[in-house]
C-alpha cells in the first residue's frame, strides 16, 4: 500500500512538472525584483549589457541568400543591414542607403548610401557590394530558394532560370556610393524587399577568401550592429557589437546569446530557471499556466500570418462544386477555435490576407452573421449542393502531425457533422510526407495550410493561388482571379493597385478554395528588465533597439 | 585470441554493409524529400539543388558516391545545416555525446554495482528492500519524466543548476543530464548485480574461501566480484552504446548540443546525408562495443577463452 503511495505521489509530481506547475519561486522571485528594476529612475542600465534570447530551431545557415528559416534570420537582423530597415515598430527606415528617389514609370530606384557605412572588419561599404550581392542572390549557383523575393528585379527570373548571366540584372552602381536599381515592373512593395535579406549585402573579398567557410565565426564579416562571434551548432550563436557599425554610438548592448530549443517546454524552463532573457514562442500547452503566473511578461501581438484549410478543387466532391465549399466555411464557428482551443488572442478570419496597412481586408460576405445565421445558410447550401441526411459528405481532412493542428481538426469536424451531418474523417501525416502529399493533390481533400507573409503586402498572399503558383495547392484556376493579379502587376498608382486586389481576393472568397480560419498571432516571454522591446507584425527584432535594465 | 579478434573484425564488415544500404535506400524511399517546403520551389532551382547535391544521378551512382566518400571519411554536406559538412557535425556532437553518456556509465556503473552488491550482502533486510524498491522506481520513470523534474526542483525552484545548454562545459552543466541518464541505469545495473551476487556467493567456492575463514569483504572483492560482474559486463557493451547513442531525449530536454539531436533533425528534414552520417558512425560504434565486450568477457571467464 505504502509503496503504490509512494508512486502515486512521483506520478504526480511528474505531471505537475510536465504541466509546469508549481511555479511560484520563479514567478515570485521576478515580481519581487520588479520594484528595484531600473535602478530608482526606471531607466537605470544595467552594468552588463548581455542578452540571452530563445531561437527555435537551430539556425541552418547564416548565409543571407541562402536563409530561409526564422531562427536565421533573427541572427541575420542583427549581422547585416540592408537598404532599408526596420524601426522597433517594424516601419521601413532607412538602412544603409539615407534616401531615395523613384522615376517617374515607377521603374527605376536610385539609392544615396551613407558614406560612415563600414563592413564589421573596417571597409567601406559601397553600391559595388550590393551589385555583386543582389547578383549573387538570384544567380541559380547561390542555390537561393528564397531568390524570388528579387523577381521584381529587371532579368531576375531569366537570371535564376539560367537564361541569362547574373551581370544582366538591372542592378547599377553610379558611383561608389549611389546605386540605381531597375524594376521589370512598377512594384509598390519593392522597397519592404530591400529590408529582406535576400537584399543583405555579402562581403565580397571574405566569400572569395573562404569559400565554404565564409560564414564561420571570425570569417564571416557583416555590415550590422553587432559582429558574428561564436557559433556551436545545437549550443548557441553568439553576437558582440560591431565597433565599424555606423550607428555604433547607439548600440546599447555588448552582446547577444541566441539558444536554439527544440523542445518549447525546455526553452520555457530555461526562462524560469533565468538563463533567458527572452522566448522564442510558448508552448501553447502551457498557456494557462502562463497567463496565471507571468502574465505581466507574457508579450502577444498580431503576426502577419494566415491559417486556412484548403479544398482541393481539382477532385470531386470539391470539383466545381462552390456551394458545398461555401457550406462547410459557413458551417465552422471559428470562435471555438480561437477563444476556447487556441486563446491566445488569436483573430477569427473570414478572408485570405491578415490585417495590412493601406489594403482594405475582404471578408466573406456573411461575416457579419451571427453563428446562427451562418449555419442555415451552411445548411441551404449544402442540400443545393445535393447532400443531406440520406446522402451525408464522406470527406477527409488532412494535416500535418502537430498538437493544435488536430485538435482544430476534431473541431472542425465534430462542427461539420453537428450542423450538416457530414462524416469527415481526420488523417494526419508527418511533415514532409503531408507537404509531398498535399503538392500531389490526388489523395488530399481538405488539408491545412498556414503562411506567414515574406512581406508586408497582400501579395505575398494572394499571388499564392494565381493558376500558374507553385504552391497553390487547392488547384484554384479562374482566369479572372489571374487577370486581375497580373492587372496589379504592372499598375502604377498603388490606390487603384490595392483596388485591384481587393477585387481579386473578392472573387476568391466567392469561390472558395480555401476556408479561413485565423490570423496568428506571436507570443513570447520577455523579462521586465529587458528595454526596447516592441512587436511588429513581421516579427522582426534589431537588438541594436535593446538594453538590459538594473536589476 | 589473435584469430578470433581477426575473425570477429572481418565479420563486421558485411554487417556495416548491409546496415548502410539499408539506410541509403530506406531514407531515400521515405515520401518528401529534403526540397519539399511549405512553398514549392521553382522547378529550375529544385533542379540546380538537385545536381548541386547528385541527386539527379540515379540510384546506384549515388551509393557509389557515397560508399567512396566514406572510404575517404567524407560524409558529404548537410542539406539542412548548409554551412557545415556531416563530418563536421559528427566531430562536434560526438564528444558531447561521449562524455554525457561515459560520465552516466561510470556513474551507474559505480553506484549501482555499490548499491547491489549490500542489497546482496544483506539479503531481505530493510537495506535489501530499501535499495530493490528505489531501483524498481527507477526503471520504471522513464528519464523524459524524471529529467524535467530535476529541472524544475534543481534549476527553476532552487536554481543550484542550469536548467539547460552547455554552457562553458563545466561540471555544473553536466550534473542534471548525467543524472537522468544515470539514473535508470543504476536502477538496472544494481538489480543486476544483486541477482548474480547472490548466486555467486551461494556457490561452492564461495563457500570455500568461507571455510578458510576469510574476512567478508575480501570473499566478495577478490573471489565473487569477478564471477558476479559477468552478466554486468554483458549488459555494458549494449547500455554503453545506447547511452551514448540513445540520449536524444535528454539532449533535447537538456538543449545539449550532441550527436542524438543531429538524428531527429535530421530524419525529420530528410537531411539524407547527415541521417545516414549518424546511422552509419552509430553502427560502426555498436559494433565495437559488441566487439569489446566479446573481448572483455574472454578476459573475465576462462572458459569463454578456452573454447
Known amino acids: 500500500m505504502s509503496k503504490l503511495y509512494g508512486v502515486g505521489v512521483l506520478a504526480a509530481l511528474a505531471a505537475a512538472a510536465l504541466a509546469g506547475c508549481g511555479g511560484g519561486p520563479a514567478a515570485g522571485a521576478t515580481s519581487g525584483r520588479a520594484a528595484q528594476i531600473g535602478g530608482a529612475s526606471g531607466s537605470e542600465l544595467a552594468e552588463r549589457q548581455v542578452l540571452h534570447v530563445g531561437n527555435e530551431a537551430e539556425l541552418q545557415t547564416l548565409d543571407p541568400h541562402r536563409a530561409e528559416d526564422t531562427s536565421s534570420f533573427n541572427v541575420l537582423l542583427d549581422l547585416y543591414e540592408g537598404l532599408l530597415a526596420e524601426a522597433p515598430n517594424g516601419d521601413l527606415i532607412p538602412g544603409v542607403a539615407t534616401d531615395w528617389t523613384v522615376s517617374e514609370d515607377g521603374k527605376t530606384y536610385v539609392f544615396n548610401l551613407r558614406r560612415e557605412a563600414r563592413w564589421s572588419n573596417g571597409d567601406p561599404v559601397t553600391a559595388h557590394d550590393f551589385v555583386y550581392s543582389l547578383r549573387r542572390g538570384v544567380d541559380p549557383k547561390t542555390l537561393s530558394v528564397y531568390s524570388y523575393i528579387l523577381s521584381p528585379l529587371l532579368h531576375a527570373d531569366d537570371i535564376t532560370a539560367g537564361k541569362l548571366p547574373p551581370e544582366e540584372l538591372g542592378v547599377r552602381a553610379l558611383d561608389d556610393h549611389t546605386l540605381e536599381i531597375e524594376l521589370a515592373n512598377p512594384t509598390p512593395y519593392f522597397l519592404g524587399l530591400m529590408a529582406h535579406s535576400m537584399a543583405y549585402p555579402v562581403h565580397r573579398a571574405s566569400l572569395e577568401a573562404h569559400g565554404d567557410q565564409w560564414t564561420r565565426p571570425g570569417n564571416l564579416v557583416g555590415n550590422g550592429a553587432f559582429k558574428l562571434d561564436d557559433w556551436v551548432v545545437h549550443s548557441h550563436v553568439k553576437v558582440v557589437r560591431n565597433p565599424y557599425y555606423w550607428d555604433n554610438a547607439n548600440t546599447k548592448l555588448e552582446e547577444v546569446w541566441f539558444y536554439p530549443t527544440d523542445d518549447l517546454n525546455a526553452e520555457f524552463q530555461r526562462y524560469r530557471a533565468l538563463e533567458l532573457d527572452m522566448t522564442g514562442i510558448v508552448p501553447a500547452a502551457q498557456i494557462g499556466f502562463i497567463r496565471e503566473n507571468y502574465a505581466d511578461q507574457l508579450v502577444i501581438a498580431p503576426y502577419l500570418g494566415s491559417y486556412y484549410y484548403g479544398f482541393n478543387v481539382t477532385r470531386p466532391p470539391f470539383k466545381d462544386n462552390p456551394k458545398l465549399r461555401r457550406a462547410l466555411s459557413l458551417a465552422v464557428n471559428r470562435d471555438v477555435i480561437t477563444k476556447q482551443i487556441l486563446n491566445l488572442g488569436q483573430l477569427s478570419s473570414y478572408g485570405f490576407v491578415p490585417p495590412i496597412p493601406g489594403y482594405t481586408q475582404q471578408q466573406m460576405p456573411e461575416a457579419g452573421w451571427t453563428q446562427e445565421q451562418r449555419e442555415a445558410e451552411a445548411k441551404r447550401l449544402y442540400a443545393e449542393a445535393g447532400y443531406g441526411p440520406s446522402n451525408p459528405l464522406r470527406t477527409q481532412i488532412m494535416y500535418n502531425t502537430q498538437e493544435d493542428h488536430r485538435r482544430i481538426a476534431v473541431a472542425i469536424a465534430s462542427m461539420w457533422k453537428q450542423v450538416l451531418g457530414v462524416e469527415a474523417e481526420i488523417l494526419n501525416q508527418e511533415w514532409k510526407v503531408f507537404l509531398d502529399t498535399r503538392n500531389k493533390k490526388v489523395d488530399t481533400q481538405v488539408y491545412r495550410q498556414g503562411w506567414i507573409g515574406d512581406y508586408n503586402d497582400p501579395f505575398t498572399y494572394l499571388e499564392m493561388l494565381r493558376s500558374t503558383a507553385g504552391q497553390n495547392d487547392t488547384g484554384y484556376s479562374n482566369p479572372e482571379y489571374d487577370r486581375l493579379i497580373a492587372a496589379s502587376q504592372s499598375e502604377r498608382d498603388p490606390r487603384a493597385r490595392m483596388e485591384l486586389l481587393q477585387e481579386a481576393e473578392r472573387v476568391m472568397l466567392a469561390d472558395m478554395p480555401i476556408l479561413p480560419l485565423y490570423t496568428y498571432v506571436r507570443a513570447r516571454l520577455v523579462q521586465p528588465w529587458v528595454g526596447g522591446y516592441q512587436s511588429n507584425i513581421m516579427d522582426r527584432h534589431r537588438h541594436k533597439y535593446m538594453y538590459v535594465l538594473k536589476h | ?307
Open chain 2, 1 to 307: 585470441m589473435l584469430s578470433y579478434t581477426l575473425r570477429r573484425l572481418l565479420g563486421a564488415l558485411p554487417t556495416l554493409l548491409i546496415l548502410i544500404g539499408f539506410a541509403f535506400f530506406l531514407i531515400r524511399a521515405a515520401p518528401g524529400g529534403p526540397f519539399d517546403r511549405e512553398r514549392t520551389l521553382l522547378p529550375e532551382i529544385e533542379a540546380s539543388l538537385r545536381a548541386a547535391y547528385h541527386l539527379d544521378e540515379p540510384l546506384y551512382r549515388q551509393f557509389g558516391r557515397y560508399v567512396w566518400g566514406l572510404l575517404h571519411f567524407d560524409f558529404g554536406p548537410s542539406f539542412q545545416y548548409r554551412d557545415y559538412t556531416v563530418t563536421e557535425l559528427i566531430t562536434a556532437g560526438f564528444p558531447v555525446s561521449l562524455t554525457l553518456g561515459l560520465s552516466a556509465i561510470v556513474v551507474a556503473l559505480l553506484v549501482g554495482v555499490t548499491a547491489g552488491c549490500i542489497a546482496a550482502l544483506r539479503q531481505n533486510s530493510r537495506v535489501d528492500h530499501g535499495v530493490m524498491a528505489l531501483a524498481m522506481t527507477g526503471v520504471s520513470i522513464p528519464n523524459f519524466v524524471m529529467a524535467p523534474l530535476l529541472v524544475l526542483v534543481f534549476a527553476v525552484t532552487l536554481r543550484w543548476l542550469p536548467a539547460g545548454g552547455l554552457g562553458d562545459g563545466s561540471i555544473r552543466n553536466l550534473v542534471l543530464p548525467v543524472t537522468s541518464l544515470a539514473l535508470p541505469q543504476i536502477a538496472y545495473l544494481s538489480r543486476l548485480t544483486r541477482g548474480s551476487m547472490i548466486e555467486v556467493l551461494g556457490s561452492n567456492f564461495v563457500r570455500t574461501a568461507r571455510a578458510q575463514g576469510l574476512p567478508a569483504w575480501q570473499i566478495v572483492v577478490r573471489h565473487a566480484l569477478k564471477p558476479a560482474l559477468l552478466p554486468v559486463v554483458s549488459y555494458l557493451g549494449p547500455a554503453t552504446a545506447a547511452v551514448i547513442t540513445g540520449s536524444v531525449v535528454i539532449e533535447q530536454i537538456f538543449s545539449v548540443p550532441g550527436l542524438g539531436r543531429y538524428f531527429v533533425a535530421g530524419a525529420l528534414n530528410r537531411d539524407y546525408t547527415l541521417v545516414m552520417g549518424v546511422v552509419v558512425f552509430y553502427g560502426v560504434l555498436i559494433i565495437a562495443f559488441n566487439f569489446l565486450v566479446d573481448l572483455a568477457y574472454a578476459w573475465l571467464d576462462p572458459k569463454v577463452r578456452y573454447r
